[in-house]
């Protein structure tokens, strides 16, 4: 028995084997070639945007959710009632990056030590969770 032949447990002839293995091998390598590459796992690692999208897109959301917050509600009143709208833009810019860092320092931190599915996760999970309270709210009250 040599030890260099491959084993086999079909009644193939060991060149018929070394022939499927060299058409196999063509095969794939065809399909490698001509096949898109896909990635394997959701977690992979992606090509970083730029910073100029991620910026575009933070502010964009950000913007669209702050319209008729309660937090635009409260400095319209502010600068109506204290006549001084620039003490009170200034006021409320300081406190709307404050709370930005603090979610951002808070993001990073999470990120560093929990995986993207798993924070995905949590924050579908709270979400829900507040949604189901503010219905109980809403059909309780």
């Known amino acids: 028995m040599k030890l260099d032949a491959p084993l086999s447990l079909s009644a193939t002839s060991p060149i018929e084997s070394e022939r499927e293995i060299t058409?196999?091998?063509?095969?794939n390598s065809v399909n490698i070639i001509t096949e898109p590459v896909k990635p394997m796992d959701a977690d992979c690692v992606e090509k970083p945007e730029s910073a100029l999208?991620?910026?575009?897109t933070t502010f964009i959301t950000i913007f669209l959710a702050e319209i008729g917050d309660k937090t635009q509600l409260s400095t319209l009143l502010m600068s109506?009632?204290?006549h001084s709208p620039w003490v009170v833009f200034m006021g409320s810019a300081a406190a709307l990056i404050t709370t930005s860092?603090?979610?951002v320092l808070l993001g990073?931190?999470?990120?560093?030590r929990l995986s993207p599915k798993t924070v995905e996760k949590a924050a579908g999970v709270m979400l829900l969770l507040i949604s189901i309270m503010?219905?109980?709210d809403v059909v309780s009250g």
């Open 134 to 136: 503010l219905f109980w």
């Open 80 to 82: 109506a009632q204290s």
């Open 53 to 56: 999208v991620t910026f575009g």
């Open 101 to 103: 860092l603090l979610g």
């Open 23 to 27: 058409n196999s091998l063509e095969y």
């Open 108 to 112: 990073s931190w999470i990120a560093s």
